[in-house]
């Protein structure tokens, strides 16, 4: 660990005047001083401090603080430390600047095609031809251009152009907005994260950020450190490093022999007081940030200075490169391809969408310039019998010019451009509105996402329950109260004993204060358990402060704290004769073993027999744990002063109890759960229990909540036995006895984090059901992190959740309360159906567009719609279309239907029929128009007019029906499963009646007076009222559509289907080059990595990269497979070997929690 002090100095030029003055502002220690020293351990460190400053209170006199009453609160001073010895606060990543969004955004395909479509366009346009047409040239009235278009030329290239930039910004502000709400929900955890320092000697709770060196800290049980620092004086106090070190053994802390505490670390039992040395980005956790370059520049110089070194590390190296090496390095080429944001199953299916229709597109487009080149060139050249005279090459060029802009019209009304626009405008509406509804969304595609979930494995406390534990049964001398009893009830003995019992042999830290809002819930601090108790004592109508201000802290003679191994807690105090009173208080089945003796009804001890134990058990405790309550067991001993125990043999003194008391606390179900629950089990979602509770609450709950019902078939399982079932006789776990398990499995009891991520994974990557199962999970604490990561949809609690939860997770629930959870996946699906909504509607008016401007072309040589109109039709259906029909708000008829699967196509057999069947209409309309409209209406033909003729009334109608079809379709469109009433809930949606009824009052405007430039002229009321009345006979034939049975209709293909086998292969590989991230996203926050395996990682990936590609990609995934396979329990090697493992096989982190232990 020590060159770590070296390396990390280089990134860290300290402020020069530092250096001139070593100890700065009068303080006597450096900056550099304290940062050496915080790099040493155990022995070592404490040496250091005895040979440098005598003792503890030495360092703090040098850092004018004292180890009792801490630093005076006086804000120049505070200010002081800070500037000498730093904030303590990691500096961010810098967000990506809206000019860096606006690039990504321009990147799509289709954006692309139409850039180069619109810029041709706009070139063309204003190519004027010199020389006017000569007699020679023949003037082939092929409804050459008349001047209104001409002058109106340039406006399809901009208007192609402004659709663009309006996507682009729309794009890059909504990632941009995200991302901004995003730093706000982080600065506000980071403000609401608070530790307690001792000042002035008042105990006051400080943000984390406010820490400065010198402070006196009290830790305790549970917390994280936020700074470094040494320790004054603990009691019992043990710390897990893993964060730091790897190392899974939780390390003895103690003034006298380890006092070094590192920020970044838990807590796991104990407490103490330390003075913090170091803060910010001079702490542990800090100098390892900065090597991860949480500022990005750091991080491409290192990247310089590394590739130098890399020459001799490559040698060594070499050995690893067996198979697992091999798919190591495809994972890295691919890493270099991939791009960082992965799509979503939707965008997936959209962009194959958008291709296919874009290459169809370009073949009509090309089809209809070629075919009017040729009867150009056949028509004047062979029947007219005419010769290419010089003179006439630029009037003949204006013609190829004209057919080549119809192509383009063709091509422009085929893309959908609407595309992207739709799926972001849906997707940015929804995430607004899921703001509402307590979801926070960090990823824009796990919103979409969740509409496809069918599985969702959730926590128990907090998630499902209010996450507030109560006393709710108690057993007192000699009787069971199934409610809380009268105080009047109770002997006074018995009552007097409780009271203190709990009050004193319980955190101090923990309290139960007055509400914050009239009419809300006291608010507990502290452990929950804890508080259940205290609550209780407050329900007898006594109060625990008062014998806390009895006997306060610093006279408890010792304190046994409570850890996972001895599930209980005791407290030892001097009673006034001289003699000790120990209170004990823990989970029933362990204490009642070693009580010997029970109060009565009149508060007398009586004798405890192992079969009164029994008894007990029976009568008392198996009913209670039946309602899903946990029992604690409350008891005391005393000892008199000449018969002082051996206080280390915790065994000897916390024995020969007398109980006082059994409660039964519950964490009750949160009323609204249940009913949530029935929704996703009738939207076709399964919902599993994981929790790390005993199984006997857990099933009470699970029934409760109606996750398990009467008369199923379904499993409920502890984690030893899930465990024994999945693993092989290897102790290796195996997808087909996995898959054995989890469809019946309902409720996973005692499971442990690696439990969760190996069920969570295993339901992923079975391949049993007809499609692959989608699978969201809720998690809370730091060990969830590689479960939330894993699943498709990972959401973490935004109160009870740690930061490393938070930063592995898609969705934070602001409320952590279940019923978001469905809210999330109704906004899911109707994020998924508003785009099938848009394509249903645009793919129609494409189709007819395209049809109309061919056909149109061919027979007549001037396409009936016109260059400007095509524009304004694709406005329609593309920009207003995808705004109307996108924020379209759910309804709860979303959940009465199965989710649709991932390989489910975009458009449905029902969606094909609609298209078709309304396309077929409106073409029949058209044509008819086109052909016969002027003998209909009474007016002169428009087809084959001659050149500058003024706009037609004929061509003007055609233009204004179509619209009308489109208008009234728009409609239709709204329901996608072939429902009757398309009007239902058409006014809880303001902006699609405001879009409609705004297009109308402009096509009025366009027709009447939109004259040349819009090549229409101004129609009579009769007229208008025919085009309405064709409008209108899109909604009757809407419902003739929707009465032809989908299921006759055999030929109908469906389309957009989602990306294919080899496909899903490299996105699964992209997956799994994420669980890498995994490592430093856990960084973020606490977790983390080793600098020298990092340095390796760093080694690894640029060896990995220099190496030539080896092994076809086919072998790579099924070698993958089989190491997958091989290395489930790979847990701590601390070979090099395992780094490529843990890079290359996501499994390995399952055997091996949080990413640590990476050598």
């Known amino acids: 660990m020590g060159d770590m002090a070296n390396s990390s100095i280089e990134f860290h030029p300290k402020p020069q005047q530092q250096r001139e003055a070593p100890h700065a502002g009068g303080f006597g220690c450096t900056l550099a001083e304290l940062r050496s020293l915080m790099e040493l351990r155990g022995a070592e460190a404490l040496q250091k401090v005895q040979e440098a400053y005598g003792d503890v209170s030495g360092l703090c006199r040098r850092l004018k603080t004292s180890p009792t009453e801490g630093l005076a609160d006086n804000a120049s001073d505070l200010e002081k430390r800070r500037q000498i010895y730093g904030q303590n606060f990691i500096p961010p990543k810098q967000p990506k600047t809206f000019l860096q969004l606006v690039?990504?955004?321009?990147?799509?395909?289709?954006?692309?095609?139409?850039?180069?479509?619109?810029?041709?366009?706009?070139?063309?346009?204003?190519?004027?031809?010199?020389?006017?047409?000569?007699?020679?040239?023949?003037?082939?009235?092929?409804?050459?251009?008349?001047?209104?278009?001409?002058?109106?030329?340039?406006?399809?290239?901009?208007?192609?152009?402004?659709?663009?930039?309006?996507?682009?910004?729309?794009?890059?502000?909504?990632?941009?907005?995200?991302?901004?709400?995003?730093?706000?929900?982080?600065?506000?955890?980071?403000?609401?994260?608070?530790?307690?320092?001792?000042?002035?000697?008042?105990?006051?709770?400080?943000?984390?950020?406010?820490?400065?060196?010198?402070?006196?800290?009290?830790?305790?049980?549970?917390?994280?450190?936020?700074?470094?620092?040494?320790?004054?004086?603990?009691?019992?106090?043990?710390?897990?490093?893993?964060?730091?070190?790897?190392?899974?053994?939780?390390?003895?802390?103690?003034?006298?022999?380890?006092?070094?505490?590192?920020?970044?670390?838990?807590?796991?039992?104990?407490?103490?007081?330390?003075?913090?040395?170091?803060?910010?980005?001079?702490?542990?956790?800090?100098?390892?940030?900065?090597?991860?370059?949480?500022?990005?520049?750091?991080?491409?110089?290192?990247?310089?200075k590394a590739k130098k070194q890399d020459g001799a590390v490559a040698m060594e190296m070499q050995p690893l490169k067996s198979a697992e090496g091999g798919e190591m390095e495809e994972r890295e080429k691919k890493k270099a391809t991939v791009p960082k944001k992965e799509k979503s199953v939707l965008q997936g299916k959209l962009t194959k969408l958008a291709v296919q229709i874009g290459k169809a597109g370009l073949v009509m487009s090309a089809i209809t310039v070629i075919i009017l080149v040729l009867y150009f060139v056949i028509e004047t050249f062979v029947v007219d019998g005419r010769v290419w005279l010089?003179?006439?090459?630029?009037?003949?060029?204006?013609?190829?010019?004209?057919?080549?802009?119809?192509?383009?019209?063709?091509?422009?009304?085929?893309?959908?451009?609407?595309?992207?626009?739709?799926?972001?405008?849906?997707l940015a509406y929804s995430v607004k509105k899921m703001m509402r509804d307590n979801n926070l969304v960090r990823h824009l595609d796990a919103c979409e996402?969740?509409?496809?979930?069918?599985?969702?494995?959730?926590?128990?406390?907090?998630?499902?329950?209010?996450?507030?534990?109560?006393?709710?049964?108690?057993?007192?001398?000699?009787?069971?109260?199934?409610?809380?009893?009268?105080?009047?009830?109770?002997?006074?003995?018995?009552?007097?004993?409780?009271?203190?019992?709990?009050?004193?042999?319980?955190?101090?830290?923990?309290?139960?204060?007055?509400?914050?809002?009239?009419?809300?819930?006291?608010?507990?601090?502290?452990?929950?358990?804890?508080?259940?108790?205290?609550?209780?004592?407050?329900?007898?109508?006594?109060?625990f402060q008062p014998v806390r201000e009895q006997i306060p802290e610093d006279k408890l003679y010792k304190v046994y704290t409570f850890n996972s191994v001895r599930k209980s807690m005791s407290t030892v105090i001097r009673t006034p004769d001289g003699g000790f009173r120990l209170f004990s208080k823990g989970a029933s089945e362990i204490l009642l073993k070693k009580c010997t003796n029970i109060l009565n009804s009149n508060g007398e001890l009586r004798s405890f027999r192992p079969r009164d134990r029994?008894?007990?058990?029976?009568?008392?405790?198996?009913?209670?744990?039946?309602?899903?309550?946990?029992?604690?067991?409350?008891?005391?001993?005393?000892?008199?002063?000449?018969?002082?125990?051996?206080?280390?043999?915790?065994?000897?003194?916390?024995?020969?109890?007398?109980?006082?008391?059994?409660?039964?606390?519950?964490?009750?179900?949160?009323?609204?759960?249940?009913?949530?629950?029935?929704?996703?089990?009738?939207?076709?979602?399964?919902?599993?229990m994981v929790t790390g509770d005993n199984i006997n609450t857990a099933r009470a709950i699970a029934a409760k909540c109606g996750i398990i019902q009467p008369g199923e078939d379904f499993l409920c399982l502890e984690g030893k036995e899930f465990n024994r079932r999945i693993r092989n006789e290897k102790g290796e776990i195996e997808q087909e006895r996995l898959d054995k398990v989890w469809p019946k499995l309902r409720v996973l009891a005692r499971s442990s984090p690696t439990d969760k991520h190996t069920l969570v994974k295993g339901i992923i990557d079975s391949t049993t059901g007809e499609q692959r199962q989608v699978v969201a999970v809720t998690g809370d604490g730091t060990n969830d992190g590689p479960a939330l990561k894993k699943a498709d949809v990972g959401f973490a609690m935004g109160i009870a959740g740690t930061d490393v939860a938070k930063e592995a997770s898609d969705i934070i629930l602001t409320d952590d309360n279940f019923t978001s959870i469905v809210k999330a996946v109704m906004w899911g699906r109707n994020v998924y159906d508003s785009i099938s909504k848009f394509l249903q509607f645009q793919l129609t008016v494409n189709v007819v567009a395209v049809i109309v401007a061919f056909t149109g072309a061919c027979i007549t040589q001037d396409s009936p719609l016109k260059a400007v109109?095509?524009?304004?039709?694709?406005?329609?259906?593309?920009?207003?279309?995808?705004?109307?029909?996108?924020?379209?708000?759910?309804?709860?008829?979303?959940?009465?239907?199965?989710?649709?699967?991932?390989?489910?196509?975009?458009?449905?057999?029902?969606?094909?029929?609609?298209i078709l069947g309304h396309a077929v209409y409106q073409l029949t309309i058209i044509f008819t128009l086109l052909f016969?409209?002027?003998?209909?209406?009474?007016?002169d033909s428009g087809r084959n007019a001659p050149l500058h003729s003024p706009p037609s009334e004929h061509y003007t109608i055609i233009f204004n029906t179509f619209v009308m079809m489109q208008l009234f379709n728009e409609v239709n469109a709204r329901k996608i499963h072939g429902e009757r009433n398309v009007f239902h809930g058409i006014f809880s949606n303001p902006i699609f009646c405001a879009i409609v009824l705004g297009t109308f009052a402009i096509q009025i405007v366009i027709v009447q007076f939109g004259g040349k430039p819009f090549s229409c002229s101004p129609l009579s009321t009769e007229q208008w009222l025919w085009c309405l009345f064709v409008g209108v006979g899109e909604l009757v034939w809407g419902q003739v559509i929707a009465t032809i049975p989908t299921s006759q209709l055999k030929c109908l293909k469906e389309?957009?289907?989602?990306?294919?086998?080899?496909?899903?292969?490299?996105?699964?590989?992209?997956?799994?080059?994420?669980?890498?991230?995994?490592?430093?996203?856990?960084?973020?926050?606490?977790?983390?990595?080793?600098?020298?395996?990092?340095?390796?990682?760093?080694?690894?990936?640029?060896?990995?990269?220099?190496?030539?590609?080896?092994?076809?990609?086919?072998?790579?995934?099924?070698?993958?497979?089989?190491?997958?396979?091989?290395?489930?329990?790979?847990?701590?090697?601390?070979?090099?070997?395992?780094?490529?493992?843990?890079?290359?096989?996501?499994?390995?982190?399952?055997?091996?929690?949080?990413?640590?232990?990476?050598?």
């Not at 204006?398 to 119809?406: A, G, L, P, S, T």
Request: hydrophobic residues 40%.
């Open 103 to 304: 690039w990504e955004a321009l990147q799509d395909v289709t954006l692309i095609i139409l850039e180069v479509a619109a810029i041709v366009s706009l070139g063309l346009s204003f190519y004027a031809p010199p020389g006017e047409e000569s007699e020679a040239c023949g003037n082939v009235s092929a409804g050459a251009e008349d001047e209104g278009e001409a002058e109106a030329g340039w406006i399809e290239g901009a208007a192609i152009l402004l659709s663009v930039v309006c996507v682009v910004l729309v794009t890059a502000f909504n990632d941009w907005s995200k991302e901004k709400q995003f730093r706000g929900l982080q600065s506000r955890i980071e403000q609401e994260q608070k530790f307690t320092v001792i000042r002035n000697g008042q105990l006051l709770q400080v943000p984390v950020a406010a820490l400065v060196v010198g402070d006196i800290a009290q830790v305790k049980y549970g917390d994280l450190l936020p700074a470094d620092g040494v320790l004054i004086q603990g009691n019992d106090l043990k710390i897990d490093e893993s964060s730091l070190t790897g190392e899974s053994d939780h390390v003895r802390k103690s003034a006298d022999k380890d006092p070094m505490l590192l920020s970044g670390t838990h807590v796991m039992e104990g407490s103490g007081r330390m003075v913090v040395t170091a803060v910010g980005v001079n702490s542990q956790t800090g100098i390892i940030f900065t090597l991860l370059g949480a500022g990005g520049e750091e991080e491409e110089k290192k990247d310089k």
């Open 614 to 688: 029994d008894d007990m058990v029976k009568k008392i405790i198996e009913p209670m744990a039946c309602d899903g309550l946990r029992t604690i067991c409350i008891a005391y001993r005393d000892f008199s002063a000449a018969q002082e125990p051996d206080w280390d043999n915790e065994n000897e003194v916390v024995g020969d109890l007398t109980c006082i008391a059994v409660v039964g606390i519950e964490d009750p179900v949160r009323p609204e759960v249940p009913e949530a629950i029935r929704k996703c089990q009738r939207a076709g979602i399964t919902v599993r």
């Open 869 to 914: 109109q095509m524009l304004w039709v694709n406005l329609i259906m593309d920009t207003f279309a995808s705004l109307a029909l996108a924020t379209e708000p759910p309804t709860e008829s979303l959940l009465l239907r199965k989710p649709y699967g991932r390989d489910k196509p975009l458009i449905s057999r029902t969606m094909m029929k609609n």
């Open 449 to 543: 996402t969740m509409g496809n979930a069918t599985a969702i494995c959730s926590d128990k406390t907090g998630t499902l329950t209010t996450n507030r534990m109560t006393v709710v049964q108690s057993y007192l001398g000699d009787t069971h109260y199934k409610e809380i009893p009268a105080p009047s009830a109770l002997t006074p003995k018995i009552l007097d004993l409780l009271v203190h019992a709990i009050s004193i042999n319980s955190a101090y830290t923990t309290k139960i204060l007055p509400p914050e809002k009239e009419g809300a819930l006291p608010r507990q601090v502290g452990n929950k358990t804890e508080c259940a108790l205290l609550g209780f004592v407050l329900d007898l109508k006594r109060d």
């Open 1055 to 1159: 389309a957009g289907h989602g990306p294919g086998k080899d496909e899903m292969a490299d996105e699964e590989l992209a997956e799994g080059e994420e669980e890498i991230d995994h490592a430093e996203r856990e960084l973020r926050r606490g977790q983390i990595l080793w600098f020298r395996g990092l340095n390796r990682i760093q080694t690894q990936m640029e060896v990995v990269s220099t190496f030539k590609r080896s092994g076809s990609f086919q072998g790579a995934v099924r070698r993958r497979s089989s190491v997958l396979s091989q290395l489930h329990d790979v847990t701590n090697l601390s070979t090099p070997t395992h780094l490529i493992l843990s890079a290359a096989n996501p499994a390995s982190a399952a055997g091996n929690p949080g990413g640590e232990g990476i050598p």
């Open 390 to 426: 010089a003179e006439c090459t630029p009037v003949y060029v204006q013609y190829f010019v004209k057919f080549f802009i119809i192509g383009v019209t063709v091509l422009v009304v085929a893309v959908p451009e609407g595309l992207p626009l739709a799926v972001t405008i849906s």
């Open 932 to 939: 016969v409209g002027e003998l209909f209406f009474d007016i």
